[in-house]
């Protein structure tokens, strides 16, 4: 079988699979957004990702992967130049008095409680109420999005709880209080990045799985009786089934015959967004002990920055420490800035918010990713269900973040893709059985 993309999920699908199957990859190698680069003999990844789920298995799958290390959460919300420890509705009292006060009343005394949800924003009053909405939730997430919470939809956001009000109450008098315990802990490789957990599960397919990498798919032919020829570097594989994971905005316009006009026009409809990652390398910082900062203001090109340090020696040089800051932008955005021009940006907005002098900056660099975010848009769920639907109809299965374009992390994915590869082995009898 055809397996188009070596992210995580056409990996793991290839290991459940357990069948002889080629992986078309267009880049040197495996891994897609779960790849780490190094810079002056550190790892970072594309924003540090954390391994955590909400389902046990999940983490103890990808935790057997590689070694790695358990870290505690300690992360913070730049607000004013302050510190808020996340989850912000978990630490009210370090906001100015006359914010806290107004959180709190809102929060207490919310004439939106009972108002149906109609889209992000709703929600977040709904649960949250006009204080902690406004003051951090809108802000954020208009920067992540680059779009206004009113034209987003609550799947992303359905199932976070309403915390009781007894938490907001003792957060507002100073106490400490946990939010998003299921993150409270987390996992992460003790050297090498999350690419090192990417290889353990590479090791895993390896007897009946041919990678092919620097292997761009060109074309996607479909026979007359459903096989399928992948067309890459020119030449023809032909196979009876194919499993896809590469973004759907890559794979549609492959495939031959194309797609009807209507699928066309709801896969143009599907918005993503595109991530600068900057990776910065200072002698002095002002970001405490901390993990990540959220920074929801707009004069700030980055939403986040990172202090890898936290993640163990194999992260850190003596003597200083290493920033990694997150800058999404739409991919049809004109002003789209170049590496150079980001890095500046990013070293010009710490030691304006007093987090970095920029004479103690040592390195810094900036890569680019297309595909980061899917953006859950008002119509996001009828535009992707149209194009699945399709895929589906001509025999492809598609999976994976920008696959089945959805908003997933790695376990996620992997959990997903293993399931389904486990399914396909049911149907089409393994030639070994994965554990
Ligand atoms: C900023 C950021 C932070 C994140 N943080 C976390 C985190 O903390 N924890 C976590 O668990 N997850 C995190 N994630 C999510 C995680 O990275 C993804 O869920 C996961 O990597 C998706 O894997 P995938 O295989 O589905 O897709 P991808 O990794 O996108 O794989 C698709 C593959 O297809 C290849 N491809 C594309 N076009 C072609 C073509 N024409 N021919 C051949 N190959 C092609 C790509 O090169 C890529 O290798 C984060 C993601 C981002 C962007």
């Not at 070694?67 to 505690?72: A, Q, S, W």
Request: proline share 7%.
């Amino acid at each position: 079988m055809a397996i188009l993309g070596g992210g995580v999920s056409g990996l793991a699908f290839a290991d459940a699979a357990g069948v002889p199957a080629v992986i078309f990859e267009k880049e040197d190698r495996v891994g897609g957004l779960c790849r780490s680069f190094e810079s002056h003999g550190l790892y970072h990844d594309i924003g540090p990702h954390i391994v955590f789920s909400g389902a046990q298995e999940r983490t103890d799958f990808m935790r057997a992967l590689t070694p790695m290390t358990r870290h505690k959460r300690s992360n913070q919300i730049l607000h004013r130049n302050r510190f808020v420890r996340y989850p912000f509705e978990n630490q009210l009292s370090a906001l100015p008095d006359s914010e806290r006060d107004w959180c709190l009343d809102t929060f207490l005394n919310n004439p939106h409680r009972e108002l149906p949800a109609e889209n992000m924003l709703s929600f977040f009053l709904g649960v949250f109420g006009e204080g902690i909405t406004r003051t951090y939730l809108e802000p954020y997430n208009r920067k992540i999005w680059k779009l206004d919470p009113v034209q987003m939809d609550i799947q992303m956001v359905e199932r976070i709880p309403r915390p009781p009000d007894e938490h907001i109450v003792r957060s507002a008098a100073g106490e400490d209080i946990e939010g998003y315990t299921h993150q409270l802990h987390f996992w992460y490789p003790t050297d090498g990045g999350i690419e090192s957990m990417v290889r353990g599960l590479a090791a895993r397919g390896k007897e009946y799985v041919d990678v092919r990498t620097q292997a761009p798919v060109e074309r996607v032919e479909i026979g007359s009786s459903g096989e399928f020829t992948v067309i890459s570097g020119g030449s023809r594989a032909h196979f009876p089934s194919l499993v896809n994971t590469i973004p759907l905005h890559e794979l549609v316009p492959r495939i031959r015959p194309q797609a009807p006009p209507d699928v066309i026009e709801a896969l143009h409809r599907l918005r993503y967004n595109s991530i600068h990652v900057t990776v910065l390398n200072v002698d002095e910082d002002g970001l405490g002990p901390h993990f990540a900062i959220m920074i929801p203001s707009p004069n700030v090109s980055f939403h986040r920055v990172s202090k890898l340090d936290f993640l163990g020696p194999a992260y850190s040089i003596a003597g200083t420490s290493t920033l990694l800051a997150e800058t999404t932008f739409r991919p049809d955005e004109t002003t789209v800035s170049i590496p150079k021009e980001v890095s500046s940006q990013v070293i010009q907005s710490l030691e304006h918010l007093g987090l970095v002098p920029a004479d103690s900056v040592n390195f810094c660099e900036t890569r680019t990713f297309p595909y980061a975010y899917v953006v859950y848009d008002l119509h996001h769920r009828r535009n992707t269900d149209r194009v699945l639907t399709w895929l589906d109809s001509i025999g492809i299965l598609s999976l994976g973040r920008f696959g089945r374009f959805e908003y997933i992390n790695s376990d996620a994915a992997i959990a997903t893709a293993r399931a389904a590869g486990a399914a396909f082995a049911g149907n089409h009898g393994p030639t070994a059985t994965p554990t």
